[in-house]
């Protein structure tokens, strides 16, 4: 177990212990040892800590912080919860940010903890870690929280998975703690009682812990409308898992309140009785959280309202961990045909036999089962279509090699490219053409599997895919320019940089190299330059004079780095032409003049 997780089983401990000892600090403590430094975060307990604004408390993440906490492709921010985030904000500017750099000066890896409301703000420090110091260090942090409540949606899950962030996370998670599922549930069905219920969460209050919460009426309804929030979630992701294409889905998600957080990292379920289950899969892990707190009836929810909210981290990780004997993996990677028994009474041996055991002590029913292997299934199926994809690759570079030797006779021809190609006079254009068109259509293909979140999340990040997008890009967009204006489609449906103009397929694989090469965004926009060209020559000089002369000035640095070729300067360019029509004083004052001979 400690191989696979990366952290040991003091480590474990020795967090859970600091987490929970946490709580009695004003923010956190810091603990540096021979072998680690350990950042606990302790717990907030005012409604507002949880939902800063009805229903969910969500908020677009900073990108100045986090700025990789987004779909690239899609340019899709992700949202984090408000509350929990201003308080993570707080302490980072008053002491967090100069103890965690002393920190990385002793040379020892960095442990972030938390302890239920205390663990969302530990989970935000080890992304702003992730995103400030492991890109120049290399030395990544881990996360460990204790009945954490879930603090981002599946954009930041989605990030994490692709920038393989996720596996320093660690949550563990009792079987009837209700605390993770809170923000599952919209502050409208809880603010009655929550501020009462939530101090009896809290250390410092006191009614900590008072016994009299074991028979509060107001703990019973609490715990039960958490449950049936969860319940909408968990059985609506698990109908889109499923595949249901019932239109009453749609409308019902229409008008009922759906909590945006998702679970991301790895979740060790703690069963009570000695054994932990771990688990990858975010689709499962929130399957998990609902059904392993169900009691089985109505009779039972007195004691699973009392478990639940007397849980007790350091004793279930005391006796998991005795002897490291009892530890299941839901999902390993060495072993990804292992199927989710269906039944508790199923006869199996080995790791099916060992699963069973595991689900049926975190009591899950059969339907939960189904579920579970809704969720295997679901990210099977992003696998198999990125083997499909991978399999064109070599027909992607065939056709690349077809459009750059095009590229290459129209320069020994000293005709420019994108001129050659909007002519269309002969047959190697024609060529260039139909490859042209092929390559739309798989990217085209592509584009559509990362809107719909098809294929792995680590898909956007794969070197060899950046590299292809990016030639694909650099080769083939001037093309769909020159044909665009060969066509004079601006005149239909306007230019081609207007709003819904410009494919996707560019757009996308643009992000993909600016954020693989952390690079501002729209700084890669040297493929556009014809069309950039061919909308500044058709407006009055003095409309646009500002404009031209940033054009002038990128083109200057794009030709020096070699992202743009020399055949723009050729006698008879679209470019070189319109510029010699630009005004005499303009010309001998511009960037570009010696590149005409001025």
Sequence with gaps: MEEKLGVTEAQMIKACCLAVRSHKSSGYIKESGSEDTVFAFGGSWADQD?????????????????????????????????????????????????????????????????????????????????????RSSGDPCKCLTFGSPLVGDRIFTHALNRENWARFFLHFVGRYDIVPQITLAPYSS???????????????????HKSSILISQEALTFFKTVLKNASSVASHAACNLMGSTNSLLEIISSFVELSPYRPSGTFIFCTGNGKLVCVKNPNAVLQILFYCCQPGDESEVKDATSRSLYMDYNKELEDSLLGMQDVVYLDDDDDDDTEI?????????????????????????????????????????????????????????????????????????????????????????????????????????????????????????????????????????????????????????????????????YKYTQRWHEHAHRLNEGSSSETIFWAKVEELRRKPFAEVKDQIVGLEKQVREWVQTEELNNDVFLEKSTFVEWWKTLPQQHRSESCLRLQFGH
């Design 190 to 208: 809880l603010k009655t009682k929550f501020g009462q219920i939530l101090d009896f969460f809290n250390p410092k209050s006191s009614n900590f």
């Design 50 to 134: 949880f939902y800063s604004h009805e229903p969910f408390g969500e908020i677009t993440i900073d990108p100045s912080l986090f700025p990789s906490l987004k779909s690239v492709g899609n340019n899709e921010p992700a949202k984090i919860n408000q509350g929990f985030f201003r308080r993570f904000q707080a302490l980072l500017l008053q002491t967090l940010q100069a103890e965690v750099e002393k920190a990385i000066k002793k040379a020892k890896p960095i442990i972030f903890t938390g302890h239920s409301s205390g663990g969302p703000v530990a989970i935000l420090a080890a992304v702003w870690y992730l995103e400030k110091y492991t």
């Design 341 to 505: 028994p269906l039944s508790a009474n199923t006869n199996a041996s080995g790791d099916t036999a060992s699963i069973n055991a595991a689900l049926k002590d975190l009591g899950l029913s059969t339907r939960a089962r189904l579920c579970l292997r809704a969720a295997q299934a679901f990210e099977k199926k992003k696998l198999e279509y990125q083997k499909t994809i991978d399999s064109k690759i070599p027909m992607i570079i065939k056709m690349h090699d077809v459009i750059a030797d095009y590229q290459k006779a129209c320069n020994d021809r000293k005709i420019g490219y994108y001129d050659a190609f909007k002519i269309q006079k002969g047959t190697p254009d024609f060529n260039a053409n139909v490859k042209r068109l092929e390559l739309a259509g798989i990217w085209d293909e592509i584009v559509e599997m990362l809107k719909r979140y098809e294929l792995p999340d680590g898909f956007e990040s794969r070197p060899e895919w950046v590299e292809l997008g990016t030639k694909f890009r650099k080769l083939v967009e001037p093309l769909d320019i020159a044909n665009y204006y060969r066509h004079s489609k601006d005149e239909d449906t306007g230019t081609y940089l207007r709003d819904g103009g410009r494919p996707k397929r």
